[in-house]
């Protein structure tokens, strides 16, 4: 599942021009590493990070951005069905895609994960000089693009509920701010 889910995301990040793919990369590495703190099943995080930008867009606030944890979860609602995911496990992977941006109430400790790890991703210097490069290759000047990074660092600390990932963005916002200042 956790293949299928990354091979799914890989091709549509092609079609869809977005997410880069080492933003992907930096939320599952984040959600291997929360999985094991808390206990919780890892394939089932690492499927719903994969899934939860299926449906996306480059278009800065675009209405397909806005509303990509909605569409993803109904994107990739088909293909956990095809797969043959127990339905259980569908609706754990479904609310953690959904509820990643608190549209939607997370219900479980999975879901809590993923949220916080695909913030997570943007508020390290890695993320942040990852999503600068890429608002680059998008034709956005440079100033604009920085002050872009420090609103998406602000927008996804906010997110944050796992004490340690808010304690961790603390430090590392800090350090993110001095550089771009």
Known sequence: MVELSKE???KQ???????AWRLT???????????????????LILTSLYLAHT???????????????????EFSKKYLEKWK?????????????????????????IGEIVKNAECFKFVTIEGSLIWLHELGLRGIPYEEAKEKVIKK?????????????????????????????
């Open 25 to 43: 990369e930096l939320a599952i590495a984040k959600g291997k590493e929360l999985a094991r703190k808390y206990n919780e099943d890892e394939r």
């Open 55 to 73: 449906v996306f867009s480059p278009i800065w606030q675009g209405e397909i951005q806005k509303n990509h944890p909605k569409l993803s979860a």
């Open 85 to 109: 995911v127990e339905k259980e496990e569908q609706e754990i992977i479904l609310n953690a895609i959904e509820a990643h941006h608190n549209d939607v109430e997370v219900k479980t400790k």
């Open 8 to 10: 799914l995301m890989y």
């Open 153 to 181: 660092m602000e927008q996804k600390r906010a997110l944050l509920t796992l004490e340690d990932c808010i304690k961790e963005a603390e430090i590392n916002c800090k350090e993110i701010i001095q550089l771009f200042t």
């Open 13 to 19: 990040r092609e079609i869809n021009k977005a997410p």
